[in-house]
């Protein structure tokens, strides 16, 4: 297939794409290159004459009209999001604009282009989404496709704004939508804003690792190359019209999280032992969610898929992948935000 990816230079987009060139497809990454872009992170496959890019924003809906007709792909793959809570917090304008207003400029050219070729069965319009448009769960119970959408966050609100016009161009046009909503990603080419990258290179540096109030809130962790598979499954075996839960099975406090990853830096940099003494409880996030866990019975009794990774497996692959590309994450301390708290203020 020829795919477009929007947000293709970001984390998880980039991994989608890196996939499926790996796999055989076309990809065309469309990507604004925001300050969480790097093009670094497809540098292996930008060589390959299956890769093109397109430097645009979904927010320019002639930008996407003119890509649109020049690549006719058959299917879009939909990353490109602002994704940070703590700068929703900040900053939640730029979030409504490119999630919402960028999700719409994108859903109408997608369409556009669907009606020119005949509405051809087999196209796909693949929203990407998160498990925090459900809210906060309390110490039982797991997300499912059907659980009530409760956002609580800026960010959350405008993906699941995002995530409700994809199922109404369903519902109205018959656009082929499929939509997945995901668990916490983490691996390599992360941004270093999020929880994991911040603590394996403020630990590097031997500066404090912060940590949101006592660390109680648990999160659900996904590999982010097993997510990029789940996302490629979906695409070739999803119903159209069906949304897919995609979760590791992978349960952890953040104060757990955080604890691992300094016991795996023990090992692999001794001479900055113990790391965990530079564990710091900071302010709480406003309207932090205590607790996220996805049932993904759906994915796996339809599609068969599951991950493959588990959060010990992953994480000593993402500590080394850090530890092995200084220069990659080196070149990002510079970038807006890097290395301060954000979202502090309510």
Known sequence: MKLLVTGGAGFIGSAVVRLAVARGHEVVNLDALTYAACLENVAAVAGSPAYAFEHADIRDR????????????????????????????????????????????LLEAARAHWLRAGCPEGFRFHHISTDEVYGSLGPEGKF????????????????????????????TYGLPVL??????NYGPYHFPEKLVPVAILNALAGKPVPVYGAGENVRDWLYVEDHADALLCVLAKGRPGRSYNIGGENEARNI?????????????RPEGAPHNRLITFVADRPGHDARYAIDPARIRGELGWRPSVTLAEGLEKTVQW????EAWWRALQGRDGVGRRLGAGS
Do not use: Q
């Open 322 to 325: 850090y530890l092995d590309n």
């Open 179 to 184: 939509l997945t909503n995901c668990s916490n």
């Open 144 to 171: 499912t496709e059907t659980t009530p959408y409760d956002p609580r966050s800026p960010y959350s609100a405008s993906k699941a704004a995002s995530d409700h016009l994809v199922r109404a161009w369903a519902e």
């Open 256 to 268: 757990d999280l955080v604890h691992r990853i300094c016991a795996i830096l023990d090992d692999k």
């Open 62 to 105: 002639a930008a996407l009209e003119r890509i649109f007709a020049e690549h006719a792909p058959d299917a879009v793959m939909h990353l490109a999001a602002e994704s940070h809570v703590d700068r929703s917090i900040d900053a939640p304008g730029a979030f409504i604009d490119t999630n919402v207003t960028g999700t719409y400029n």
